[in-house]
């Protein structure tokens, strides 16, 4: 696979800035029965990076997206995250767990908690903190994201926009070290979308490593450092945003492009 032009972090395009290796997949394979659906990944996100992942449907994104959160197991190869390999289970990866912060097409909050206390649940039970401690800190995500208002209601009060900033507040609320966002976008209605893909373009500029799931072609283009093409379990091409937008190299990258910028 041709990458083009690399940088002195060795990937195209990206900024002599970021930071070393914080996700790596290597040779990572998935089947889902006869299916394929991730063949033979290797992929570096680095530190401070926002690597977009997009693709026709069924081509292995939110699988590879789960997999780095060991919701999905992978049969063969390696994930590492910040130098550490994804445990298999018990308390260390509860623990690499809370260092990756996730964001589903669902907002899954839970419905009988009120807004502040989806948000500070995590870091009380999981990262023990004080619950004044957790709370402050909660009630300055919520208002980060727009939603502090709405502190005391339940998820059903909202709006799927304001439930899905609340759901990255929650994230944002552990700490990670990396986001990852599965279509956060594709289940609402298009008024709701922007409002939702601001707060993500803003954490972009803060320098929040982010693995981003998304048909938002427009997010891609203005957020992410690198844009990976994803087509049946493989990644096809990978290339800075203009490189990709403007002159895609393969011609799954082209067909697939060509069927989504004319709409």
């Known amino acids: 696979m041709d990458h083009g032009e690399t940088t002195a972090a060795g990937k195209p395009g990206a900024p002599e800035e970021l930071g070393p290796p914080l996700v790596e997949l290597k040779g990572v394979n998935k089947h889902f029965g ?9 992929l570096t996100v680095h530190r401070g990076e926002v690597l977009v992942v997009i693709g026709p449907s069924g081509s292995g994104k939110s ?4 997999a780095i959160n060991r ?25 690499l767990r809370a260092d990756v912060g996730m964001v589903f097409q669902a907002f899954n909050l839970f419905a009988h908690k009120t807004i502040l206390e989806n948000v500070t649940l995590g870091p009380v039970k999981v990262r023990r903190e004080r619950g004044a401690a957790a709370k402050e800190r909660a009630l300055a ?25 609340v759901a990255i507040a929650r994230a944002l609320a552990m700490q990670p070290k ?12 298009p008024e709701m979308i922007n409002e939702v893909l601001d707060v993500m373009v803003a954490l972009a500029k803060e320098g929040m490593t982010m693995i981003v799931v998304t048909h938002e072609m427009g997010f891609a283009r203005k957020a992410a450092n690198r844009v990976v093409f994803m087509s049946d379990g493989e990644i096809v091409e990978e290339a800075t945003p203009e490189e990709f937008f403007t002159a895609p190299r393969s011609d799954r990258a082209k067909d697939f492009l060509s069927k989504i910028l004319t709409h």
């Open 71 to 95: 919701l999905e197991t992978v049969d063969e190869g390696e994930i590492v995250i910040d130098g550490q390999p994804l445990p298999q289970e018990g308390r260390a990866l509860a623990k």
């Open 141 to 165: 995500l919520l208002d980060r994201v727009g939603v502090k208002n709405q502190a005391h209601k339940m998820p059903a009060q909202l709006s799927g926009g304001q439930q899905q900033r």
């Open 63 to 66: 699988t590879l997206c789960r």
């Open 178 to 189: 990396v986001m990852l966002f599965d279509e956060p976008t594709s289940a609402l209605d």
């Open 34 to 42: 006869d299916l394929h659906v991730l063949r033979d990944i290797d």
